[in-house]
């Protein structure tokens, strides 16, 4: 160990040991490290269940947050544009075309199928051998509003898309029915009647 500075190489007669004036200041060398101390073992023990009982509420919180999305994701759907009972059936009535100045253009008979729970329908115009497919749009209370399509028209006799307005009838079982559109010519027409 004489590449260590300031220490000068012992003596043939000089043991490295403790009454040697010149050796090593390193007496002993150990690849091992000493035995750890227990003192701070209750503080890392308290860390440690911090830590644990953060985790704990996190995950509290982060659940709890879950479900109630997953229920008022639920509730909207529940209330969201849905046809309702009251409304799920096959509607049949004769409608009366107003153009924008009221006068009368048409009358012509229009089934409208619903099912429960469902956002979709179809309707057909019979007296005019028109179909097409409605797509629930809105519902506020008593009040279903529908984008119709038109995917039946043999003879050109129909408009492409109108709007349905459903709202619960004068009397039980009935239902008022209001279609808007614009004509192929642009004039905007609107047709009205009872479906039973």
């Not at 003192?39 to 919180?61: D, M, N």
């Not at 909207?76 to 107003?98: H, K």
């Not at 559109?181 to 609107?190: D, I, K, L, Q, W």
Request: hydrophobic content about 35%; charged content about 25%.
């Amino acid at each position: 160990m004489s590449d260590v500075p300031g220490a000068a190489a012992p003596s043939d007669g000089e043991q490295d040991g403790a009454g040697s004036g010149g050796g090593s200041p390193i007496r002993q060398m150990s690849l091992w490290p000493p035995p750890r101390s227990n003192r701070h073992s209750a503080k890392r023990r308290k860390s440690l269940v911090a830590g644990i009982v953060a985790v704990v509420v996190l995950g509290a919180g982060i659940g709890t947050a879950a479900v109630w999305v997953l229920q008022r994701d639920q509730a909207a759907t529940a209330d969201g544009p849905a046809v309702p009972e009251s409304y799920a059936g096959t509607w049949r009535g004769e409608m009366s075309q107003f153009n924008e100045e009221g006068e009368h253009i048409v009358d012509w008979g229009a089934e409208v199928k619903l099912e429960q729970g469902e956002e979709r329908g179809v309707s057909e115009w019979y007296t005019l051998d028109c179909r097409g497919s409605l797509d629930l749009t809105e519902r506020r209370g008593d009040r279903l509003t529908f984008d119709y399509v038109e995917t039946y028209d043999p003879d050109e006799r129909c408009v492409d898309e109108s709007e349905l307005v459903l709202d619960s009838g004068d009397s039980a079982g009935t239902l008022h029915a209001r279609w808007s559109a614009v004509s192929h010519e642009g004039v905007p027409m609107t047709s009205t009647g009872t479906l039973r």
